[in-house]
Structures are given as C-alpha cells and as structure tokens.
C-alpha cells in the first residue's frame, strides 16, 4: 500500500509544475504502460487494484492501491486499475532529426486531445518526428498521454522556439508544405517521402510569420457544405495518408 506523503506526490503529478519539477509523469492503462515500458523511458513504479494484481500475477513489480487512492492519482473519471509512473526522456535537438522523413511541425497547438491523436497518427504511419512551438500543448498533460494510447512512447516530440526552427530548416534543402484553407488541392499533388509539414493553431491557423516564408500551402477540399472546418487532428490524418509515399 502507500503512504499519504506518496498518494499527495503522486496526486501532484497532474500538473504541469510538479511533473516539471520531479521530472515525472503518469501513464494510466496497462496497454499503454507496456509500451512505455518497452521504450527508452525509465519506470519508476506502477500501482494497480488487489483485483488487477490477482489477474495479472506474471507482473511481479506492482504496487497494491485500493480503488479510492487510484481516483485520488487517475485523471480520468473513470479510472483503470493500474497506473505508472514515469520519469520523463532526454529530447533529442534539432540537429538529430532525421530528414529523411517527412517532419511535422505543429504551431502553437493547445488542444491536449489534439497532439494525442496527432502523435498516434504519425506513429501509425512511421513518422518518428514532430516539432511543436513552445506554446503548445506539453506532451505530458495526461490529456495527452491518454490520447496518444502509448504512441508518445515510440514518437519524439521536440519543443522549439518557431524563430529557431524557421532558421534551422530553411537552410535545408527539404520541401516544405503548409495546411491552409487556400492551399493546392492535396488530392492532385504527388506523394512524397520527406520534408516539412506545417500545420497551425486549431482556431487561428498558421501564423503570418510562416505564411511570409513562402512555403507551398494544401488544403483539403471539401464538397459543398456550410461546414468551416475540419478538426485539426482529421485533416493531419487525411493530409498524411494522402502525401506519405
């Protein structure tokens, strides 16, 4: 069982400034925790219900929580019986990237839901890369960890200062393409196997900064419908299954 003092510091890890400060964050569902623990990430514990115990005994390093603790820790409102602990990744720098690939950058993102689904496109179509603006979203919201459903564990999401990034991949040599309601229709385009795929806030779109870099924009078409947009995360995963070569 555990301690108050650990059940209060677990609790904490639910916000930003704790999983910052201890460097820590939580997993919730055994599928998904398996996935972490496969990956380059470090375990530091996992706490699961008597029951989930019983049922699972071929795991021998789980911590017994009764149902009430695990809802004081779950983010969820309906909690599953086991939860992990995490310590958090070294992240790789810019200079590591493989271009090679196509990249995606993500502009100041602040759904959780959103770069969950987004991270668990991209790892669905081998995309091990993204970039996000330093005011998105942080990967380690539970929001979306969750949504990611262990995706996060085989994607690297770097954070960077868009100025940077700009710099940084301009002196590339790659194609650069970005989502825009005015955009060629990706539908005629020809697939690619590398490059830069920007995509903007969910409300405001990409940002006048990128849109003076030039870069080819694309859009999705739609038929006729008084419909003003699709959701961010639907239209990355139309785009990419369109484009990838």
């Known amino acids: 069982m555990i301690s108050k003092n650990q059940l209060k510091f677990f609790k904490s890890l639910n916000q930003s400034k704790f999983r910052n400060k201890n460097n820590m964050f939580i997993v919730?569902?055994?599928?998904?925790?398996?996935?972490?623990?496969?990956?380059d990430y470090k375990l530091v514990s996992v706490f699961a219900t008597k029951r989930w115990i019983n049922l699972n005994n071929n795991f021998?390093?789980?911590?017994?929580?009764?149902?009430?603790?695990?809802k004081k820790i779950s983010s969820l409102k309906n909690p599953n019986q086991v939860l992990a602990i995490f310590e958090k990744k070294k992240i790789?720098?810019?200079?590591?990237?493989?271009?090679?690939?196509?990249?995606?950058?993500?502009?100041?993102?602040?759904?959780?839901?959103?770069l969950g689904s987004i991270i668990r496109t991209c790892d669905w179509f081998g995309l091990n890369?993204?970039?996000?603006?330093?005011?998105?979203?942080?990967i380690y919201n539970p929001k979306v960890i969750q949504s990611s459903m262990g995706s996060l564990s085989r994607v690297n999401v770097i954070y960077s200062n868009t100025d940077l990034f700009l710099s940084f991949i301009n002196k590339k040599k790659v194609i650069k393409l970005v989502a825009d309601l005015r955009g060629e229709n990706i539908f005629s385009m020809s697939k690619i196997s590398s490059g830069v795929l920007f995509f903007g806030n969910e409300s405001?779109?990409?940002?006048?900064?990128?849109?003076?870099?030039?870069?080819?924009?694309?859009?999705?078409?739609?038929?006729?419908?008084?419909?003003?947009?699709?959701?961010?995360?639907?239209?990355f995963g139309i785009i990419i299954s369109k484009l990838l070569k």
Not at 100 to 111: A, R, T
């Open 28 to 39: 919730e569902g055994w599928r998904s925790i398996q996935d972490f623990i496969n990956s």
């Open 60 to 70: 021998k390093n789980a911590t017994e929580i009764n149902q009430e603790d695990l």
């Open 92 to 114: 790789i720098s810019l200079n590591d990237v493989n271009l090679k690939k196509i990249m995606v950058f993500l502009e100041n993102i602040s759904n959780p839901g959103n």
């Open 129 to 138: 890369t993204i970039v996000c603006s330093e005011n998105s979203v942080n």
């Open 204 to 235: 405001k779109g990409i940002s006048e900064k990128i849109k003076k870099q030039g870069y080819n924009k694309i859009t999705i078409p739609k038929n006729i419908s008084n419909c003003e947009s699709l959701n961010l995360s639907v239209s």
